[in-house]
């Protein structure tokens, strides 16, 4: 989860624990784009490059800890960083928040697509990537599970243009952190119930099935 959520807490930490004249000193080195905006708009712009900046670099960083340390990354992890670089690199050339913002709205459709793609060709895909992490689920368990985070991913992406478009960017910020991810775990606990219903294995049982040298 480190690995996962490791850029995002850096991204969080650098927008609001930066200083702002500093950020604004450091870009206007770069570039002079900023001479063109009132002090206060600077500030912002300055911040959110910053930010992005860093969260494009963490998230690289995360990808190669996660081949070096894990042995490989993850297809979330490939998905998510790659809309991480290409938007963050967006936001960082047109000096624009909207790309970086726009980019969860993005990664929770896809996911959605292909998860509701799989679901119309009897292919619940989440099988494929979290087989043993659900032991003994039932196919019915699944399909179930599939629809439910195709629906909750739909969800997400809505929620996510909805706060960009109506709040600042500190809020969105913020939302990321504290709203995101928590409604994420939420959600995955939520569905627990359901799985246990469809012969999802506990631990004791996973641990019972496992040899003891």
Do not use: C
């Amino acid at each position: 989860m480190g690995v996962e959520y490791g850029p995002l807490l850096v991204f969080f930490a650098v927008n609001f624990l930066f200083p702002a004249t500093l950020a604004m000193r450091l870009v206007g080195a770069s570039t002079g784009f900023l001479s063109d905006l009132d002090r206060a708009g600077a500030l912002v712009i300055a911040k959110v490059i910053v930010a992005t900046t860093t969260f494009v670099i963490a998230t690289v960083a995360a990808m190669i800890v996660s081949k070096t340390r894990l042995g490989h990354i993850s297809p979330m992890l490939w998905i998510s960083g790659g809309f991480v670089v290409v938007f963050g690199g967006l936001t960082v050339y047109f000096h624009d928040p909207r790309f970086i913002q726009m980019k969860p709205s993005f990664v929770y459709g896809m996911f959605a697509a292909v998860l509701g793609f799989g679901l119309l060709t009897g292919r619940p895909l989440l099988q494929g990537l979290l087989g043993t992490a659900y032991p003994g689920l039932t196919a019915d368990g699944w399909r179930k599970l599939t629809r439910n985070w195709a629906l909750f991913f739909l969800f997400m992406a809505a929620l996510n243009e909805t706060v960009w478009r109506t709040t600042n960017w500190d809020f969105w910020v913020g939302f990321k952190l504290w709203g995101a991810i928590p409604l994420t775990l939420l959600f995955a606990f939520a569905n627990i119930p359901m799985l246990l219903r469809h012969g999802l294995s506990t631990g004791d049982e996973v641990a019972a099935d496992v040899p003891v040298e």
